[in-house]
């Protein structure tokens, strides 16, 4: 299947801001709207900002005809998630991308949104894992300028200094980036929303698990041969993990070199994406070439 980009942004566009998982205000808003219009958008605001429906931003039909509008409607240009926290995949069978793969647009999230990353990418369709509409004052200034460049069409290479070189994997490699959170690909595993892992550039990260949830889900994607014939692993942010008050006894970076032990790919930790301050922008579902090297880490897109 050829892959189809969506077209980048220019000044005066409109773009959407739904929530496809839980409940959000129009006030806390407020600073992502600013960001748009100073980029020079205008913001649409969905159904879903200020419907609730317990800890969701509406139940799953209204999250899902809400999503659905924006997909649908020629005048929206791209569409900016909320929020994460939990409830994209009650939704995403009730879609229809239909006149979306026809007439592709942005996405725009990470954490529970990597369901829509990796339902849309299998349409060889790119989306942007970035910071999303909350918090966007509180992230690096980093995170707001990537985004910023991802949809106005300015790929940048991203070359960040190697934090671990004790545990990073030396070494280059080619393919299409895929991936996000852990937790969350785990969970569309087999499903309709899965992609394929073969010969693909892996980012991973994910937020406040147990270590050994980590380990276990590790072990699934590694018993299950998606670990085996990657091109390569970049791991971000592994946030605020806690372990039992008897320690599992490994760290979770030791967890996953020991899973891709055999494997001759290059991997990296710590990369500048995830539930962090520096949430850089990827552009997933795009080619890249992926350099690991003592000193630094370089993605450039292809």
Same mark, same amino acid.
């Given at each position: 299947m050829p892959q189809?980009?969506?077209?980048?942004?220019?000044?005066?566009?409109?773009?959407a801001i739904v929530s496809t998982a839980r409940k959000i205000s129009k006030e806390e808003?407020?600073?992502?709207?600013?960001?748009?219009?100073?980029?020079?958008?205008?913001?649409?605001?969905?159904?879903?900002?200020?419907?609730?429906?317990?800890?969701?931003?509406?139940?799953?039909?209204l999250r899902a005809q809400d999503f659905q509008d924006a997909l649908d409607n020629p005048m929206i240009k791209a569409i900016w998630c909320a929020r994460g926290g939990y409830g994209t995949i009650?939704?995403?069978?009730?879609?229809?991308? $239909?006149?979306? &793969? %026809?007439? /592709?647009?942005w996405l725009v999230g990470y954490s529970d949104v990597t369901v829509l990353h990796s339902h849309i990418n299998k349409f060889n369709i790119p989306t942007i894992h970035g910071q999303m509409c909350l918090d966007i004052e509180k992230k690096s200034k980093t995170s707001q300028d990537t985004l910023q460049e991802a949809l106005?069409?300015?790929?940048?290479?991203? $070359?960040?200094? &190697? %934090?671990? /070189?004790?545990?990073?994997?030396?070494?280059?490699?080619?393919?299409?980036?895929?991936?996000?959170?852990?937790?969350v690909l785990y969970s569309i595993i087999d499903s309709p929303s899965e992609g394929d892992w073969q010969g693909k550039v892996l980012f991973l990260e994910d937020l406040d698990e147990m270590v050994y949830h980590i380990d276990r889900m590790i072990q699934n994607l590694k018993r299950s041969g998606r670990l085996k014939n990657l091109a390569g692993l970049i791991v971000g942010g592994m946030s605020d993990m806690r372990d039992n008050s008897i320690p599992f006894g490994k760290t979770v970076i030791e967890i996953i070199l020991e899973a891709v032990n055999g494997y001759d790919y290059p991997v990296c930790f710590h990369f500048p994406a995830g539930h962090i301050e520096d949430n850089t922008a990827l552009v997933l579902g795009k080619e890249v070439h992926l350099d690991v090297s003592d000193k630094y880490l370089r993605l450039r897109y292809i």
């Open positions: 189809t980009q969506p077209k980048n942004l220019k000044k005066g566009d409109t773009i808003l407020v600073p992502a709207i600013l960001f748009a219009k100073k980029m020079g958008l205008e913001v649409h605001l969905g159904k879903t900002i200020g419907a609730e429906k317990h800890q969701y931003a509406g139940d799953d039909a009650r939704m995403i069978d009730l879609l229809d991308f $239909t006149k979306f &793969v %026809q007439h /592709p647009k106005f069409g300015k790929n940048n290479s991203i $070359t960040w200094p &190697v %934090q671990d /070189p004790l545990h990073a994997r030396f070494g280059t490699a080619t393919g299409t980036l895929i991936g996000g959170n852990l937790s």
